[in-house]
């Protein structure tokens, strides 16, 4: 993948997540279009299967979930919101795209990395006030580590038995 491609699209799926973010329950349409269209815009250059897709949003959201039913997180209103699962569809279109690339470095590094970069992705979103977290940061923080390690690991494990993931061979413009 080009590094013009990749800047194209870590700045697309960034402001889908700044948007879902932000704008929360009161612009989930808006996010849930952006979403949509990305997915089906892109789905025959990915070569992503559905299933695989699908099975890795039901994970994401699963856990999350747990993490909301268990009190780690504390969303307001008071239930789990429309928006996270919106947010879990476009970062596993992302992951897609990423998986190749994370595949060229050392697994535990890309574990690490993260692990950290996950639950800075939740540590911003607390600070945006999308979501609290009653346990404190640390705690909070130190559970979305351990969950982004393994999680990426089952990620890329997916993503790496699918198909040629390379878009660039297709002549794909996005």
């Not at 952006?34 to 994970?59: D, K, N, P």
Request: net charge positive; proline share 3%.
């Amino acid at each position: 993948m080009s590094a013009r491609r990749l800047i194209l699209l870590s700045t697309w799926f960034q402001l889908i997540w700044f948007l879902t973010i932000l704008g929360r329950e009161e612009w989930v349409w808006l996010t849930l279009s952006l979403v949509f269209v990305t997915q089906a815009l892109t789905v025959g250059l990915s070569q992503i299967r559905l299933g695989a897709w699908l099975g890795l949003l039901s994970l994401g959201v699963c856990i999350d979930y747990a993490n909301y039913y268990f009190g780690l997180f504390q969303f307001e209103p008071s239930r789990f919101p429309i928006w996270l699962i919106l947010l879990w569809a476009i970062f596993l279109w992302y992951a897609n795209y990423l998986t190749p690339i994370l595949n060229q470095y050392h697994p535990v590094l890309v574990s690490l990395v993260s692990g950290i970069a996950g639950a800075m992705s939740y540590f911003a979103g607390m600070k945006l006030q999308a979501v609290a977290f009653p346990h404190g940061n640390v705690t909070t923080l130190l559970v979305l580590f351990i969950e982004w390690s393994l999680l990426i690991i089952v990620i890329k494990k997916v993503y790496s038995h699918e198909p040629n993931l390379s878009v660039d061979q297709k002549g794909a413009n996005f």
